[in-house]
């Protein structure tokens, strides 16, 4: 299984700034880059995907992708409560499989 | 819109007891489906994929088996416990290209 390594966290952010996640691969073949936000006890939930070089915004969310650094980031700006959990950083292996980080635990004080 | 249902949604069982956990989805034909563990406080592990009824990829050799005995029923088994096995197993589906989407998962502890 191809690695990807993710920000050991936990990240702590106040409420309303900007919180920053990181997210390196190995496979210079990796075509698809993805984020998951898993809230404690719940299933993970696709946020963000990112194929192309560059930016890509949704709403509050941010992914960055650098496929020459490999090296996919995620920015949550206004950042709220309701965004503390835990964000996986997935990409392909292949056109069937995702290889996924261990993830990053974010917490946002109110 | 795609959906899936997993179930039992906990299950306390132990250790040597044998294990058949159910995922089912709707909304789709012929999708491809895997079957995730992820132990209390790590990541994710992929251990079977299938690509379609009666094929099964398995990707970490241990007791636990898969089949897929129609085109949207995806199910996880094993003999005997270990507990090893405890942890929640989550069931997903390839939604788009190279996108996988999860289920609610089921929530195992093996006692």
């Known amino acids: 299984q191809k690695e990807v390594e993710q920000n050991s966290g936990p990240l702590s952010v106040p409420e309303g700034a900007i919180a920053s996640l990181n997210c390196t691969y190995s496979d210079r073949g990796s075509q698809s880059f993805f984020w998951y936000r898993q809230y404690s006890g719940k299933s993970p939930e696709l946020i963000m995907f990112i194929y192309s070089n560059g930016d890509k915004e949704d709403g509050r969310f941010t992914a960055q992708l650098n496929k020459a650094s490999q090296y996919v980031s995620l920015l949550i700006r206004d950042s709220q409560p309701s965004d503390s959990a835990t964000y996986l950083c997935?990409?392909?292996?292949?056109?069937?499989?995702?290889?996924f980080g261990a993830g990053t635990t974010v917490t946002v004080r109110a | 819109s795609q959906t899936i249902h997993q179930w039992p949604a906990t299950l306390v069982q132990p250790v040597g007891s044998p294990l058949s956990l159910e995922c089912t989805v709707e909304?789709?034909?012929?999708?491809?489906l895997y079957w995730y563990r992820q132990a209390a406080g790590r990541g994710l592990q992929l251990l079977f994929y299938?690509?379609?009824?009666?094929?099964i990829s398995s990707e970490v050799p241990q007791n636990l088996s898969a089949s897929r005995p129609q085109d949207r029923q995806f199910i996880l088994s094993s003999k005997k416990l270990l507990l090893s096995d405890s942890g929640f197993y989550l069931c997903a589906l390839a939604g788009g290209p190279r996108e996988q989407y999860f289920g609610p998962g089921t929530r195992l502890t093996v006692t």
């Open positions: 997935a990409v392909n292996e292949n056109d069937y499989k995702l290889s």
């Open positions: 299938s690509v379609g009824i009666g094929q």
């Open positions: 909304g789709t034909s012929n999708p491809n």
